[in-house]
């Protein structure tokens, strides 16, 4: 994941719909079931459904009342957390 990625997708969020990028989620993961697609396409759309998938979480957190750079903080220990697991 990568924190400059997140932040553009929330600027993205607050500009438009969160809806946009849920439909944006659906469609990536639809293209990962073709058979045709490469490891490294995989590996590509992997990333960015990761970098979607947390903008969305650090969205629902600012929603919720935490300040943006808090929720982003909070975000990245929780990633960083879970790989030192």
Sequence with gaps: MKLPVIKHVLGFVETHDQDWVVETI???E?????????????DVIGELLSNLYGALEVHQAIQQGTPAKEALNQFMGR????IDQ
């Excluded at 639809?30 to 995989?42: F, N, P, Q, V």
């Design 26 to 28: 659906e469609l990536l």
């Design 30 to 42: 639809y293209m990962t079931e073709l058979s045709s697609i490469k490891d490294e396409e995989l």
């Design 79 to 82: 990633v960083l957390g879970s």
